[in-house]
């Protein structure tokens, strides 16, 4: 496999402007390296606060690192136009309907991406959605809902469908699935690994679900009050932890068991 992303000394740090301590720097994220290859899923784990989603948000973008770079097929992101970034990483977040516009149709809100982001015209945009729509298991007809008008487990398959409409190289999902009923994270779980066969896209999920993560992941990277502590492969991890965090996070009981695929990444 070739090497998609690599990540190089990045660290996130934020000043206090005002308060009891204008001036102090407060360290979220101290400087960590790793890299993720083509077709690959990395799961992030860790405690509350351990610096997870801050990691997802500075490989989409939302963020921008303190220190060290983010490199996509050997390019800086730092070098990288907003629209470039755009189409090569997109994200999925945690509360689907929250993240949707409830004022527009699904279908205006798949082409968006469209609109700022490619050359299609009109009619190419909306062949490219009702394309989308498919894939994710909805119909066409849902290019004139609205979101209040869909199920939890579609609005989420929408949040699917507008990540991958511009065919990114990597999605990065930050805890979108908890909110979920069981058997619909299920589902959407097992329609995010036939999505990656399917479309060849990498993966980096932010979740809590060892159950999760053991089924979808190649690799884990375990956080820790901001430092990376363990980053390995999802046998290695499972197999031989070294620190008891890991332990922890990978042999944690749940509630529920999650009917996946019955096929394991090895």
């Avoid at 798949?110 to 729509?133: A, D, G, M, T």
Wanted: hydrophobic share 40%.
């Amino acid at each position: 496999m070739s090497k998609l992303l690599e990540v190089k000394d990045i660290c996130k740090y934020y000043v206090h402007k005002d308060g009891w301590m204008p001036g102090k720097r407060v360290v979220a994220l101290e400087p960590l390296s790793f890299s993720l290859n083509r077709g690959e899923t990395l799961a992030i784990m860790g405690e509350t606060g351990s610096g997870k989603s801050t990691i997802a948000k500075l490989i989409a973008g939302a963020e921008r690192p303190s220190g060290g770079d983010i490199f996509l097929n050997g390019q800086a992101m730092s070098s990288m136009s907003d629209q470039q970034r755009c189409r090569h990483v997109r994200m999925i977040f945690q509360d689907s309907l929250r993240s949707l516009n409830p004022q527009i149709t699904v279908g205006k809100q798949l082409c968006e991406p469209l609109i700022f982001n490619s050359q299609l015209n009109h009619e190419e945009q909306k062949q490219r959605v009702h394309e989308v729509l498919r894939k994710v298991g909805l119909l066409p007809d849902h290019f004139h809902f609205y979101p209040h008008m869909l199920a939890s487990g579609q609005q989420q398959r929408v949040c699917i469908a507008r990540a991958i409409v511009l065919e990114p190289q990597i999605v990065v999902a930050d805890e979108a699935f908890v909110a979920l009923d069981p058997s619909i994270r299920a589902q959407i779980i097992n329609l995010i690994l036939d999505l990656q066969e399917d479309m060849g896209i990498s993966f980096i999920f932010v979740s809590h679900s060892a159950e999760i993560v053991k089924h979808v992941s190649d690799k884990i990277l375990i956080m820790h009050r901001g430092k990376m502590i363990e980053f390995g492969t999802t046998k290695a991890l499972i197999n031989h932890p070294e620190e008891q965090l890991t332990k922890t996070l990978l042999h944690s009981e749940h509630k529920y068991k999650v009917p996946l695929h019955s096929t394991t990444k090895e």
